[in-house]
């Protein structure tokens, strides 16, 4: 839920900031955007599905989930030059650390 709120947040933002400057909304060019929903896929099978986390062992789920911030640190490694995807980049790689 929080990510969702984040999205909107930011997509309110950058509406934002092009009508202030008077300019179209353009949004940012994102490559391999599909390593997102990849990466998201294992987290809401076991984190937001009901009944989904007690068929998946402990195991998996301490795999799964890092395997899943990987795939997150890729895509922000590969759009690092995207404006504000340092700050994802920095973020990700520490809730990775942690």
Known sequence: MILALAVVAGLLAGLGWARW???PYQPPELNFLWLVFIAFLPQFVVFYLPGTRQLISDRWVALLLPLSQALL??????????????????????????
Not at 76 to 98: K, Y
């Open 21 to 23: 400057r008077k300019r």
């Open 73 to 98: 640190l890729t895509f922000a490694w590969l759009n690092r030059r995207q404006p504000g995807m340092m700050i994802l980049l920095v973020g990700t790689a520490i809730n990775f650390t942690v």
